[in-house]
């Protein structure tokens, strides 16, 4: 008697599992790749590290390896956002980056990106190259629209807003430092630094002044070393994008954890000459991205935010 309990408990499981699995309907990341992307079998799935927010996943199939995220809290829009962006990237032909294949709703709850699969090497290849290339995105893109894109994305998992809007600093005032801000002053009750930087908010169009024209430039938004990488022919591949179209110099907002060095910035600058006060504004650009470190990550990045706006404001 006890002997069988287990085994008719364990075989009852098992078909009660396949049961609910007929009623959800099949596994939607594996109808796509045995249909539309032309797999009779899958043979193999395996993690990938390496992710911060989703579950990565490459699965080997007889008609090539595909690249798939999932994330079971969240509906497809924070995916259509990245395939969006990967998209408008490609498109430029500039810059290796995956080419989005299909995003979707898993059954219940949760969501699914299918990409292709990049090979990457072992090392991140070269800097002078990254650099060339990605000026050469900057300035491959237009927008009729101004600045902004077809759709709100994310920062890391912060939400960014990115309506169309004429005027870059406009833009960079109110959907980039002050929506940070409000949500820092929101989430902390931290009305110190909401005060604050609104007095630098204030002051963001004398950093312009010698500016004579922004052209609206497709960003990656969120360029880190970790979104940095190169395929099997030591060719850059940038990854896990924030696009928008915006200043090109905004890009650099991450470079404090993004390592690009002298070859880099030459290479990118003979493609894009370095406009007028470019210094000036260098700690503006990462101010966006270091108080959306503070809203995700806390307390420890807000001496940084605070000495960024102190500086541009000479508050004591
Ligand atoms: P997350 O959205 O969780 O931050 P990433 O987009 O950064 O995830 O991807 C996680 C890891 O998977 C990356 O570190 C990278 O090495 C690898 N990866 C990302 N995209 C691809 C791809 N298209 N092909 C192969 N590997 C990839």
Redesign the pocket.
Known sequence: ELKAWPKSKSGSCERRRRAVRTMMGSDPIRDWICGQGGASKITRISP???????T?L?YETDSGTF?V?TNRDVGPAMFEAEAAGLEAMFATSTIRV?RPLKVGPLPGRGSYII????N?GASRGGQAELGRQLAEMHKASSSERGFGFDMDNTIGSTPQPNPWTSDWVAFFQEQRLRYQLQLAEKQYRDYDIAEKGQRLVDKIPSLFRDVSDIRPCLLHGDLWS??I?ADERGAPVI??PACYYGHNEAEFGMSWCAGFGAGFYNAYFEVIPKQPGFEQRRDLYRLYHYLNHYNLFGSSYRSSCMAIIKQYTNLA
């Open positions: 990938v590290g390496g992710g911060c927010i989703n990565a490459r690249f995220k995956p990409m292709e699969f990049i990457m970790g979104n990488a990854l896990d």
